[in-house]
């Protein structure tokens, strides 16, 4: 497990607070989002990870403003809600903001579709990596079929959350 | 965090993510050898967030009955006739059960039989369902104020949903019956085999621990066999649907992605669940409760 650090660049100073509180406060709302019923037959299990897009966009623009620490009280809260193994989400956000760190630079400034692929890079990886805890937790084999639809399903919905935090950005941090 | 020189910050966000990684690694492998270590973690944010969950989710619920009007608005015609036909079906079939009825009660008057046990309703709406592959289970918006109990059977007028596992005061989580950990007494109702029903997350649980493979045929009514004491016996549960290599699977009555509104029942049973005890295995060095008592004594 790579656990480098990688110092977070000076980054322009936010100066409201609705600023300051807009990345932890939308991937709070996206943890909220992934737990609520909606009516679709089959949904449940196929739940697009909606906190990994929100914490991918902000690790890449303002890191700074989505600390570790807050990523695992999200990652947390998540878990207690939907009843998952605790620690589970965690964990995930947690290395998913530590693997995208690492490669922030590449991702900065770059046209969408390069900041796309690199999520459906992590989005891959995390939800791989999700589905082998879970078979050692519980001692077997789940559906992988689940977590293969899931992914695409996460994937295919990240453009949209893209464009909803980067207008929430620009319109209440003024930059983006 | 201005009060410290900008090396000790510096030097506390790069440890930060590391330890916070570790914490969580920690917390899954605690929270799994003790699964009730963070019960009352759970229970204490579930009440909290309840509210919240309540607010959002009722807007949901009537989108959900939207789509549902205009579904039913575009199939009426059909709806109609299906439904007369349904109609003159069940009149022969209240005539049968009129006729049972009166047999019943004359025969139970015989019997000097004990009348069932009365039963109270909670009706509760769904506030939650756990987001991903690995759990079933879903929210609902009563708790202990509303006298709602662990244990319980959650059911709707189709059947059987599942049964509360965690109760909070405004809150409470309903295990599935597609849950990778639920196990319910079933009986096959034809042949009055007994199985237990065990849910591994798909859509279908599996029956298991049947006398013999043909107990079962495609079609079979499956109902609670009221074993254990925690359902009472005959609630409807589903239909067994395929019989594959793993053994026959049931179709549940209840279509569970769907469910808006359950009702949490009290058959009176639910005090004869053991109090949750840690897996005795794994932690041996707790003492069992007779022995505890034994000792305070």
Redesign the interface.
Known sequence: MALKVFSIPALPRVNNSAGRILPVATTLFAALISVLPIHIPGYAALTPVFTLMAAYHWTIYRPDLLPPLALFAIGLTEDLLAGSPIGINALLLLLSRSAVLGYRRYFVNRTFPFVWTGFTLLTVVALFGLWAVHCILDLGLFDFRNTVIRAALTIAIFPLASFLLGRAQRAVMGTG | MNWLSPQAR?AI??????I??L??????V???ADQLL?DS??TA??DA?AP??DA??RP??AA?SVIDNVQMLVNTYQENARLETENARLLQWQQTALNLSADNQKLRSLLKAVPENSVSYVTAR??????????????IDAGAEDRVARGQAAITGEGLVGRLTEVGNRAA?VLLITD?NSRIPVTIENSHVNAVLAGD???RPRLLYLPSPDAVKIGDRVVTSGEGGIFPPGLPVGVVSAIDAGGPRIEPYV?L??V?YLLVVDYGLSRSLPQPVPVTAKTSKRKAPAEDDAATR
Not at chain 2, 23 to 28: F, H, T
């Open positions: 510096a966000q790069r440890t930060m993510l590391p916070l990684v914490l969580s690694a920690a917390v899954v605690l929270g799994k963070f973690m759970r944010v579930t967030v919240i969950l959002f989710s949901l619920a959900g769904v506030i939650a369902n756990s987001g991903g592959a690995y759990v079933r289970t879903v929210l989580r990778l997350n798909s859509e279509e992605s769907q808006g």
